[in-house]
């Protein structure tokens, strides 16, 4: 049994990779709290403190996730007391790209380690690296951006290979039951579902001071971030420019099962070769509201609103919703005549935990929405992205998608199938229609008569289904085996299929995704 009590580190940052979630979500809905806010990722330690792990039978328990764990007690009073955390990752994976006939093959090691002292200060670390070769539906991609989604740059081998190193790590401070300050390069992911219209995992790590405040039934994050642009890269690292974001969230329990969440950021450049700009002061304050913020200084800056909420109903079913505005005019949304401006997106989903009272059994179906233009910026470098890669969903912009997901775990062995199928707005004859968002949005071609998914209409459909044994639960070691079937086709005639074979040993916990 895990129980998380007083005496527990508080000031953790637990990040649970989507299969895992469910552990959590089961915990939610069993017990919903007022204290519990269950959006914002990574959580913070001491929010999961009076949850416990008895009501999913499962012997994998992903907040405790150590190798090796040691707590040191000194002094009349045991005020120094030293809690050393380490773990081994291991990412494997062998397999075969039935469409080119060639095994592909990742590599990748790696530790995590943390030391958590007197229980309101903690200190983690995270470090891998390795040579990874992708399947066809991958490695196109890589080629092409000469990135690794969520994981850098890639260093191109002489055996048509990739490598890669990447860093993450974080100083965390408690100093009450209220306030927690970090400092750090990492992630995070905003939402209840599979994607994120308002802040996803996708992109690379990056450096962040953060804040994050509990107080009655809200939590409140605010976190300033220095991302990087890539839209002058020509292979160096000095030719990456500078952009920055502060981003706010407000979190809201009303009540015990529903909750009420706010977001708004704002993204601005950096120097380019037109001005020097650095972090600007104007957007220090915590607590503005960045439209009037913007227009008080004559800001053209890209500024960003949404809104989440969820709702946990009887019998393990959490529903759940996001919407985005990236521009905002009731006028032309009421005209419904396809502003190019009329920026928006939204997802709705559930899941459905122990479904038909089987123990073990998750069901999930999601669908996402994000008009063309979306998250696109006059200066690109203003964009809504990190390290050339899309800082919410990884389509960019102008499609539709249903996702749907089925999973039953039992002991230590795990049966899960995910299912995908988008339409997305692709450009035709170099005309900007709205999809990428590494594009300026000055050169759309006309203003009026935009619609989601128009231009050539690229229809992805991929299914994955895998086999999981959990070989230590407590440090995440696990095998894999799986089956990817991957379909595209367009209106312009083009049409692939992507079959591919895969078998990996893995501990690690963060999410990489094979579905964009």
Not at 176 to 187: A, E, V, Y
Not at 210 to 222: D, E, F, L, M, P
């Amino acid at each position: 049994m895990l129980t998380f009590s007083q005496n527990e580190p508080q000031a953790q940052n637990i990040f649970i990779n989507h299969e895992n979630q469910n552990t959590i979500d089961a915990w939610d809905i069993k017990q919903p709290s007022f204290e519990f806010h269950s959006s914002f990722k990574p959580y913070l330690s001491s929010t999961l403190q009076n949850y416990s792990d008895t009501c999913v039978q499962f012997l994998h328990h992903p907040i405790k996730n150590t190798f090796l764990s040691k707590t040191f007690n000194e002094g009349p009073n045991k005020r120094n007391q030293y809690n050393v955390q380490a773990l081994p990752i291991i990412d494997i994976q062998t397999g075969y790209d039935l469409l080119n006939s060639k095994f592909v093959l990742e590599t990748i090691g790696g530790a995590h380690a943390k030391i958590n002292i007197n229980n309101d200060f903690t200190f983690a670390l995270t470090a891998i690296g390795g040579r990874v070769s992708y399947p066809n539906f991958i490695d196109t991609s890589i080629q092409t951006t000469g990135l690794i989604p969520g994981l850098g740059r890639a260093f191109k081998n002489s055996d048509g290979s990739h490598s890669f190193s990447n860093l993450t790590g974080y100083i965390s401070y408690s100093p009450n039951k209220t306030f927690n300050f970090q400092l750090g390069k990492d992630k995070h992911f905003i939402g209840e579902g599979y994607r994120s219209l308002l802040l996803s995992d996708f992109s690379n790590n990056n450096p962040y001071f953060g804040i994050n405040a509990n107080i009655w039934r809200i939590q409140y994050n605010v976190w300033y971030s220095w991302m990087k642009d890539f839209s002058s890269y020509d292979g160096s690292q000095k030719s990456l420019q500078n952009k920055y974001g502060t981003f706010h969230y407000l979190s809201f329990n009303a009540l015990k099962g529903l909750n009420i969440s706010f977001f708004e950021n704002v993204v601005w450049q950096g120097t380019d070769t037109n001005r020097v700009r650095n972090f600007d002061v104007n957007y220090l304050n915590p607590i503005i509201f960045y439209r009037p913020q913007e227009y008080s200084v004559g800001s053209s800056d890209n500024s960003m609103m949404g809104l989440n909420i969820s709702a946990k109903l009887f019998g393990g079913l959490k529903i759940y919703a996001q919407a985005v505005a990236d521009e905002f005019f009731f006028k032309e949304i009421k005209a419904r005549k396809g502003w190019w401006a009329n920026k928006q997106g939204w997802q709705f989903g559930a899941k459905y935990i122990n479904a038909f009272k089987v123990k073990g059994l998750t069901i999930q179906a999601e669908y996402n929405e994000v008009r063309p233009y979306t998250y696109t910026h006059g200066s690109v470098q203003q964009n809504y992205a990190n390290y050339g890669q899309a800082l919410a969903h990884p389509f960019g912009a102008n499609f539709k998608e249903y996702l749907g997901f089925m999973s039953y775990r039992a002991n230590r062995w795990m049966l899960s199938f995910q299912g995908i199928s988008a339409t997305i707005g692709m450009d035709t004859l170099g005309s900007n229609l709205g999809q990428n968002i590494f594009v300026s949005y000055t050169t759309r071609p006309y203003e009026y008569g935009h619609k989601t998914t128009q231009g050539n209409k690229m229809k992805l459909m991929q299914s994955d289904i895998k086999f999981t044994y959990y070989v230590i639960p407590q440090m995440n070691l696990r095998v894999e085996l799986g089956y990817i079937q991957r379909s595209i086709k367009d209106d312009l005639g083009y049409e692939l299929q992507s079959p591919y074979i895969y078998f990996g040993v893995k501990t690690s916990i963060h999410n990489f995704y094979r579905d964009y």
